[in-house]
């Protein structure tokens, strides 16, 4: 699969924020984080919104210790990496240190949502070693709503 193909289409009922229609493009997608952090978070920090700007310094983080002020993104450290970034020598795994707290494009990875119409979504997949591994979580309407549908909420409305 070409991981920048459209995979689902949303419409959502403006008034409640809430999923009217999803029409998914692919029905056997399968997604597993890794914890490798390739794409996520060593290319450098997402874009803030105001939303997650506000969650963070509520976690206690100072906003001159992660914002990027000129160009409103998450600052990453000399070697590219997200400052919130973590190796964890014990599990051998990456963690983000705000993980429950991370930005709304955190969240999101490896899917990414363009909006298409004002109540209408097109859900694409970013490069990520976490698709279509073995034991992941099969990508349908019940992943979108328990997991991408509040950051997306943030995003765009």
């Not at 699969?1 to 399968?30: D, F």
């Amino acid at each position: 699969m070409n991981q920048t193909e459209n995979i689902a289409s949303v419409s959502l009922e403006l008034k409640t924020m809430r999923i009217k229609h999803v029409t998914l493009y692919q029905r056997r997608l399968r997604f597993q984080c890794k914890r490798c952090a390739t794409f996520c978070c060593k290319l450098g920090g997402p874009t803030l919104s105001l939303k997650d700007v506000e969650r963070l310094k509520r976690a206690g983080c100072c906003e001159s210790e992660f914002l990027d002020a000129n160009h409103g993104c998450l600052k990453n450290k000399a070697s590219g990496e997200c400052v919130f970034l973590r190796f964890d020598e014990e599990k051998h795994a990456y963690e983000c240190s705000v993980y429950n707290h991370r930005p709304a494009l955190c969240k999101l990875y490896p899917f990414h949502f363009e909006k298409t119409s004002s109540n209408s979504l097109l859900l694409r997949i970013m490069p990520c070693m976490g698709i279509n591994r073995r034991y992941g979580e099969l990508f349908d309407e019940k992943l979108i709503v328990a997991h991408l549908l509040d950051s997306l909420r943030d995003l765009y409305f």
